[in-house]
């Protein structure tokens, strides 16, 4: 089995990212800015945002995290939304999920102007993404096909399936796989008998969001394995991350598979950049080239 190493292409893509942004700079005098919206102490939460405004800093993306407690008014929160759409040196506007319960995602997420929308969240990038005229694409599954493309993995003609119909990952995932001339089959909570689907397929993206949800039994030998998930789960007593695949199991039958960590996350984050990067190429009326 070969690892999908998402730690060495993210490597590679915010090293390329970062000489697009050095030449950005030298022509508008001006850094792609970042704005990090963060609600409530999830302590994941906090950690990843750490984790994107470091890897921001590292290519020369200008990056702000604004914080707010729990249980600030819906009303503070929207201003500085809208404050953040008016402000032309933020460039893109993350809001990091999961809010707290008393929010509403699908409302938070409509305050963001579609201009400055670097996770693909907003109604008008998903409709656009959907007619396959992308003003960006969610990060994770644009990841996820990069790490195809650099390991020359072959998708036209074959037998994919998704685990997982999210609106952040296991639907755009199927869409782009489709563009990509495979086959696709989209499986999910409701989903009889999971692993004759997952047998029977040549590719499987798996983001069910569950635990060591599929093993080794659950793919046929030389299957290419992507697993989206991330856990923090307790083993022999130790705390540890795992995904939703059981990978011990499947790693002397499977041709390629990711880890967890070191897969899709690294992948995540880099298309973040990336997305970021673009959007204020489009702000400013430059190409993506820079």
């Known amino acids: 089995m070969q690892i999908l190493d998402?730690?060495?292409?993210?490597?590679?893509?915010?090293a390329e990212l970062k000489r697009k942004i050095h030449r950005f700079f030298e022509q508008n005098k001006q850094k792609p800015g970042l704005a990090v919206v963060l609600v409530g102490n999830n302590p994941a939460s906090k950690i990843y945002v750490r984790q994107k405004i470091k890897a921001a800093e590292e290519v020369g993306i200008s990056s702000e995290v604004f914080s707010f407690s729990g249980d600030v008014p819906t009303h503070e929160l929207e201003r500085k939304i809208q404050n953040l759409n008016r402000d032309s040196s933020v460039?893109?506007?993350?809001?990091?999920?999961?809010?707290?319960?008393?929010?509403?995602?699908r409302e938070v997420v409509s305050w963001i102007d579609p201009k400055k929308d670097p996770d693909c969240l907003t109604v008008e990038n998903q409709g656009l993404a959907w007619s396959s005229q992308p003003r960006v694409l969610p990060c994770t599954p644009s990841g996820v096909m990069k790490l195809f493309e650099y390991y020359n993995i072959p998708l036209q003609g074959k037998k994919a399936v998704v685990v997982g119909r999210?609106?952040?990952?296991?639907?755009?995932?199927?869409?782009?796989?489709?563009?990509?001339?495979?086959?696709?089959?989209?499986?999910h909570s409701h989903t009889k008998e999971l692993s004759l689907f997952t047998k029977e397929a040549d590719i499987i993206v798996v983001a069910a969001g569950r635990?060591?949800?599929?093993?080794?039994s659950d793919f046929k030998k030389e299957a290419d394995v992507v697993d989206v998930g991330i856990h923090r789960t307790t083993e022999q007593g130790k705390s540890v991350l795992s995904g939703d695949v059981r990978f011990k199991e499947i790693q002397d039958q499977v041709s390629f598979a990711t880890p967890v960590p070191g897969g899709v996350g690294p992948m995540t984050v880099a298309m973040l950049l990336e997305n970021t990067f673009h959007l204020a190429c489009l702000n400013t009326g430059k190409t993506n080239n820079a």
């Open 6 to 14: 998402g730690r060495l292409v993210a490597q590679e893509t915010r």
């Open 91 to 105: 460039h893109a506007i993350l809001v990091q999920l999961p809010l707290p319960s008393a929010f509403s995602s």
């Open 166 to 187: 999210s609106q952040i990952v296991g639907l755009p995932m199927a869409q782009l796989l489709l563009r990509a001339n495979a086959t696709v089959t989209i499986c």
């Open 211 to 216: 635990p060591g949800l599929l093993g080794g």
